[in-house]
């Protein structure tokens, strides 16, 4: 089964925007985003996932990373579409159940903790050299 779907990458100085999920008593981080329906475009979508998930809007801006995983046992596909995206207010309470929060972590924590998909080394390496100009097509190892 392929699953789109798009996702926020967005940066505060040293600080990422991360949504902490809990699924049977493990916790994993992701960058905050979730799946297209039938008729949205991709930034309608990305729009929708930051309301529901940070309860907070943002100015999405271009495309960054396009990410593509395919589980260990060819079950599931998941291409990722990155978005740079700028966020001005605080942000809130979650209401998608998958999501216990969305917080900001410091940049360097993407190289420990738990992402899904395994990104976090990639993207913390791109923010510190600042390679951020390009879109960029990762094939991301299976995570969880």
Known sequence: MTR???AA????GEEILLARHIKDGLTSYLLPGGGLDDDETAHDALARE??????VDGVIGDLRYVVEVLAPDRSRH????VFGVRIDGA?????DSRVARCEWHPIAALRTLPIHPAIGVIIADDLARAKTAQCRYVLAEWSI
Do not use: N, Y
Not at 9 to 12: I, N
Not at 91 to 95: E, L, N, P, Q, V
């Open 4 to 6: 789109i779907r798009v």
């Open 9 to 12: 990458l967005a940066v505060r």
């Open 50 to 55: 930051l309301r529901e998930e940070a309860s």
């Open 78 to 81: 998941l291409i990722q579409l």
């Open 91 to 95: 942000i809130g309470d979650s209401s």
